[in-house]
């Protein structure tokens, strides 16, 4: 039964998803920052109607039942997937990153969301999961407005090393 139901999560939530307003935007950076905007936008009512059933699931059977875990896992990645053109395209467009640092990003996204959720329940506030939503969109802003045509002081210092 948790199965069906991480299956039937997943296909009600793509189809949220694919149909939300964030697919309009013809810069895909734009896309990404509009679609944490509609993450953020859901974020209402009590915690069950804004967090992650996979992911609450995934949290307490990963161990114990690896088919649900699995389950969950195809979920969680499957939306990252999602992300991941637009990243790419975003970085492409930019002049920077790779296919491999597009899926890394579409990932952390969801980790930091899966978080947030986390964070939200612990203290029955959805103002801990808007905060970290916003974190995110200043993060990516940032990564995106930085001039990619002269290395970081980490990776420099690592090249003289």
């Given at each position: 039964m948790a199965i069906a139901a991480a299956q039937r999560w997943s296909d009600v939530t793509a189809g949220l998803f694919a149909a939300a307003p964030y697919h309009r935007h013809e810069d895909p950076l734009d896309r990404v920052l509009a679609y944490l905007d509609f993450r953020r936008s859901l974020i209402k009512g009590e915690t069950p109607e804004y967090t992650c059933l996979v992911g609450t699931m995934v949290q307490e059977a990963h161990v114990t039942h690896p088919a649900i875990r699995d389950a969950c896992a195809r979920s969680i990645f499957g939306h990252?997937?999602?992300?991941?053109?637009d990243i790419r395209a975003a970085m492409k467009a930019r002049g920077f990153?790779?296919?491999r640092e597009a899926k890394s990003l579409a990932r952390h996204t969801q980790a930091v969301l899966q978080g947030a959720f986390i964070l939200a329940k612990a203290h029955v506030d959805r103002s801990y999961a808007i905060e970290s939503i916003d974190h995110l969109?200043?993060?990516?802003?940032?990564?995106?407005?930085h001039d990619q045509s002269r290395p970081k002081h980490r990776t420099a210092r690592r090249r003289a090393a």
């Amino acid at each position: 039964m948790a199965i069906a139901a991480a299956q039937r999560w997943s296909d009600v939530t793509a189809g949220l998803f694919a149909a939300a307003p964030y697919h309009r935007h013809e810069d895909p950076l734009d896309r990404v920052l509009a679609y944490l905007d509609f993450r953020r936008s859901l974020i209402k009512g009590e915690t069950p109607e804004y967090t992650c059933l996979v992911g609450t699931m995934v949290q307490e059977a990963h161990v114990t039942h690896p088919a649900i875990r699995d389950a969950c896992a195809r979920s969680i990645f499957g939306h990252a997937q999602t992300l991941t053109a637009d990243i790419r395209a975003a970085m492409k467009a930019r002049g920077f990153g790779s296919d491999r640092e597009a899926k890394s990003l579409a990932r952390h996204t969801q980790a930091v969301l899966q978080g947030a959720f986390i964070l939200a329940k612990a203290h029955v506030d959805r103002s801990y999961a808007i905060e970290s939503i916003d974190h995110l969109q200043r993060y990516i802003t940032l990564l995106f407005s930085h001039d990619q045509s002269r290395p970081k002081h980490r990776t420099a210092r690592r090249r003289a090393a």
